[in-house]
């Protein structure tokens, strides 16, 4: 019964960023909303000890959200090999420029040291 209350209030929370992402106009999808909401909700720990049945449960059974996943590649197969080579170059070209990006922000919000040491 613990586990789905979690599931009903994870559910709740996506439910709430697709209506403030909807009503809102925001730019940002409804499930990313929602998880943000579901951050801020976790810092009470009624929340954590709502949810981390369900969490524990869906961590249990992750691999099989993959699997409707792998039906879609298998159903577009004729698109993957059409497009795979340019998929492939946009996934590590993308990753590279993420990694970059990622690289440089750390380097910006490290605080500076004037002791000689190099960065």
Aim: net charge positive; aromatic share 6%; hydrophobic share 55%.
């Amino acid at each position: 019964m613990k586990a789905l209350q979690g599931l009903a209030f994870l559910l709740l929370m996506q439910s709430g960023g697709e209506a403030l992402s909807h009503f809102l106009k925001l730019p940002v999808p409804g499930p990313v909303v929602g998880m943000v909401l579901l951050l801020l909700a976790l810092r009470w720990q009624p929340v954590q000890d709502a949810v981390a049945p369900a969490a524990g449960f869906l961590l249990q059974h992750l691999s099989l959200l993959f699997v409707p996943v792998g039906v879609g590649v298998m159903t577009h197969l004729a698109l993957l090999s059409t497009y795979g080579l340019q998929l492939v170059a946009v996934i590590v070209l993308s990753t590279w420029i993420g990694m970059a990006v990622t690289a440089q922000v750390l380097r910006l919000l490290q605080p500076k040291e004037n002791h000689g040491e190099l960065r």
